[in-house]
């Protein structure tokens, strides 16, 4: 029998009829671990999987494995999307279908694996099992699909992944990737591919929701001796992980978007700038390269096309600002990333001076699909103005975090309330963050709104990346605003003045209002009254006269949170108070009576000699000297100091 | 004798600028740091000026002009973390330490830094100690963690 790459390249890949013989057939479900000789145990091996303990879990089963004397798989996969539940376990029996396990760690590997070896499930730990045709579901097991986290979403660009072993490209050979690059570089002109991008209305997934195929078109047109593609992969957002993650779980499929990407402009050469610290996605991109070459998919004359391309991978030294088109083209060229001044754009002049286009990791790894199904596939799926999917990250305040990925049209009512299972901790829902630093909060009034660019255009929101930060009743609203400012504020490449004093100056006012002044008189009232008078106008000049989109959308927290929250920011300016309890310099102290022993330990403690008492006999904090650092706090034994 | 540098340089075959930032990561994945002799060095085998070298590198939060701990704690500063209060975490990190984001311990023990989202909001505060990750730390945890680490400290002097 001839070897995988073999069977693989000739009876699968080059076979574009998709109609295989029995034998084939056969082979591909045994790639796919559909059909299996012994058990396989799958394990999510990804950055959320390993710091929730994947490594020990993995330790755990090859343990059990030995003890047990046992002969079975064990495969690394990647996020499955609900990192609150790792580590995940997958097992698959012969025959049977494919079950997932939640939180499965050095513990209980041994109770859940002799449940599923003697078929008693243990119920508890069970997530779901798969649907797969010809295998025998599993009796008082739900499926994984009726569980409200995955009934919600429609997962295009990450079908696979958590399915499939990503260092592994005859799994996702055997999955049907790479047929649409084959399709595209043995059918289609470059002209070709641009128009059917163009016909199927794919916008570009990395904020701006520019149309990919109209990029793709204008650098195509422009004359030159080399184009450059680069992938977009420099994801700093705090709270943002999908990049990274969809590189984790499934580089293959972000290296066949980017060969269809690279021939529909005629490009030779691409790059792809992915963030330094994201370490394991580099390590798996690179050994996806390594595998794609040695198929013959990457190089010179790919399967006798005429085609040449390879792909350079640049390490991203952690700026944000370099997700900045023209700031990554400088950090590619070895300068300081800052963004230059547009026009030439680009398509026009980017990278060396050769037309350039840029595209985020997301829109790339929509193209497959497109090429495979055609445009109007594509078209059918979303709504009016937004067409496809949308890649989400679920954080903060809520019950399952994690990846997911719904049709354009859906509610954020919806993403919150049914697919992230509701606010953690039964606590009162309050806003959502929508795309980071660079976004938008939504509120209860407006939550209802639908996932769809021109929709959330019509509230001056944004996509952006695709983060939601949920925020409960605990959460500050000026206090988060503070965060991302401060993050803008570091992260301001200091080109234009507006970002960089802009911000600052926001920063500062943000921090006098969360603070009480030492000293009435002194100029600290004066900097807070400054504060409420000149805050938001400070916020329009950045927006309205910033170089590139970092200013541009800087003040985007402040106003749409001073939009829906102003009652706050006043009671922080006004009252000097933090309902949410979160601004510690606002916090004030009381002493219960009947809880104090009068011990004094925090009279003593106290810097500010705001406690008054006599010893044995309950204190009292004078409410006017207090500071609210909170010393006395963390001094009491008896539990006798709260917060109001 | 040839420094780590030297090799690293010579490997190189071409002195387009744009391998720049590459041979500074690759040096400072080796040193730990970037020297007054590292940027030098980079400098005449670019024939760049060295004042240009160090104004690209002090650019990017990556790169670092001074040596880092033998435990170098990165501390999630992402958004989720920040929710579930990291900034208690951190508090107290400085207070034991008595460093800052970017700093070092006299004895060479530890180093901090405050990094982005670390991809794992699920389950914050997350901190990494020598890309070993840790997670849901709280603020009570650090006192025993470092006092830990300073335990496993192999290091033969
Ligand atoms: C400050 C700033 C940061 C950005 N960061 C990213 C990023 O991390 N990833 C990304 O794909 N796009 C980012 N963008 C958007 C890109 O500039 C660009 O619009 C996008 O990569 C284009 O690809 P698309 O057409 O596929 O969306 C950022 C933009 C700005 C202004
Ligand atoms: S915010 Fe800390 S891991 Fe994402």
């Known amino acids: ?644 | 004798m040839k420094s780590k540098i030297d090799e690293i340089i010579e490997k190189q075959n071409n002195t387009d600028r744009s391998d720049l930032l590459d041979v500074l990561q690759e040096i400072q994945v080796i040193e730990g740091y970037l020297s007054e002799e590292a940027i030098i060095k980079t400098s005449q085998y670019f024939k760049l000026a060295s004042a240009k070298i160090y104004g690209i590198a002090s650019f990017y939060d990556h790169f670092k002009f001074v040596p880092q701990g033998r435990f170098h704690i990165k501390v999630c500063n992402g958004t989720a973390c920040h929710l579930a209060n990291t900034s208690n975490l951190r508090k107290e990190f400085e207070k034991i330490l008595k460093i800052q984001h970017g700093q070092c311990t006299r004895d060479g023990m530890f180093s901090i830094e405050y990094v982005p989202c670390m991809g794992a909001c699920g389950i914050s505060s997350v901190i990494s100690i020598n890309e070993e990750y840790y997670s849901s730390v709280k603020p009570s945890d650090v006192k025993d963690m470092l006092e830990n680490l300073r335990n496993t400290d192999d290091r033969i002097d």
């Open chain 1, 1 to 644: 029998m001839e070897n995988n790459i073999q069977f693989l390249k000739e009876k699968v890949l080059l076979n574009e009829t998709l109609s295989f013989s029995k034998e084939v057939e056969e082979r591909i479900k045994i790639l796919k671990h559909e059909k299996t000789t012994k058990p396989v145990i799958f394990v999510g091996a990804s950055s959320c999987g390993y710091v929730a303990g994947a490594q020990k879990t993995i330790d755990a089963i090859n343990n059990y494995i030995l003890e047990n004397n046992i002969s079975v798989d064990v495969v690394k996969v990647g996020c499955i999307g609900i990192c609150a539940l790792e580590p995940i376990m997958d097992v698959q029996l012969p025959g049977m279908t494919r079950v997932s396990f939640k939180k499965i760690n050095a513990e209980n590997v041994a109770s859940v694996l002799d449940g599923v070896f003697n078929n008693s499930i243990v119920n508890e730990c069970v997530l779901g099992q798969y649907r797969q045709k010809n295998l025998q579901a599993w009796e008082n097991v739900n499926f994984i699909d009726e569980v409200d986290f995955f009934a919600g979403q429609k997962r295009i660009v990450l079908e696979l992944n958590g399915i499939i072993d990503p260092e592994n490209i005859e799994a996702f050979i055997a999955h049907g990737g790479y047929r649409a690059f084959i399709k595209t570089i043995y059918h289609y002109t470059s002209n070709e591919v641009c128009k059917i991008i163009e016909k199927s209305e794919l916008r570009g997934r990395g904020g701006s929701g520019f149309p990919s195929g109209k990029k793709w078109k204008i650098a195509h047109d422009n004359a030159a001796d080399q184009r450059y593609l680069i992938c977009n992969a420099n994801e700093s957002d705090p709270g943002a992980f999908m990049e990274k993650s969809i590189i984790e779980s499934n580089p293959h499929k972000l290296i066949e978007g980017m060969a269809i990407a690279a021939y529909g402009i005629a490009a030779s050469k691409a790059y792809i700038y992915i963030r330094a610290d994201n370490k394991l996605a580099i390590e798996r991109f690179k050994k996806a390269l390594e595998q794609a070459k040695a198929f013959g998919l990457l190089g010179e004359n790919i399967f006798d096309s005429g085609f040449n391309f390879e792909i350079i991978i640049k390490k991203g030294p952690g700026a944000f600002v370099c997700g900045e088109e023209t700031a990554m083209l400088n950090s590619i060229e070895g300068k300081r990333g800052m963004p230059r001044y547009r026009p030439p754009y680009p398509t026009e002049r980017g990278l060396f001076g050769k037309p350039t286009i840029i595209n985020n990791v997301e829109t790339l790894c929509n193209v497959p699909q497109i090429i495979l199904n055609g445009p109007i596939w594509f078209n059918t799926i979303g709504t009016k103005a937004s067409k496809g999917t949308k890649v989400f990250t679920l954080s903060g305040k809520i019950n399952y975090n994690g990846i997911i990925e719904v049709e354009m049209g859906k509610s954020f009512e919806d993403i919150i309330f049914k697919i992230g299972g509701d606010v953690k901790d039964n606590k009162q829902f309050k806003a959502i963050q929508l795309g980071g630093p660079a976004g938008t909060c939504l509120v209860k009034e407006n939550i209802n709104i639908v996932v769809d660019y021109e929709e959330l255009n019509s509230i001056d929101a944004i996509m952006g990346s695709g983060s939601i930060i949920v925020m409960d009743e605990k959460t500050c609203i000026v206090d988060i605003t503070k965060f991302y400012i401060n993050f803008i504020q570091h992260e301001s490449c200091g080109k234009c003045i507006p970002c960089r004093e802009g911000t600052q100056r926001m920063l500062e006012i943000l921090e006098k209002i969360t603070k009480i002044p030492k000293d009435e008189a002194s100029h600290q009232t004066l900097e807070r009254f400054k504060g409420v008078m000149q805050l938001e106008s400070i916020a329009e000049v950045i927006k309205d006269t910033s170089l590139c989109g970092l200013g541009k959308t800087a003040a985007n927290t402040f106003l749409s949170s001073l939009k829906w929250f102003r009652d706050e920011y006043e009671e922080h300016i006004f009252d000097r108070k933090c309902k949410a309890g979160v601004c510690k310099e606002l916090r004030t102290f009381f002493i219960d009576v009947d809880k104090c022993t009068g011990c004094n330990a925090c009279m003593r403690k106290c810097p500010e000699n705001a406690i008054i008492g006599t010893i044995k006999y309950p204190h009292f904090i004078v409410e006017s000297k207090c500071t609210g650092c909170g010393i006395c706090f963390e001094t009491c034994k008896f539990s006798a100091i709260f917060i109001k």
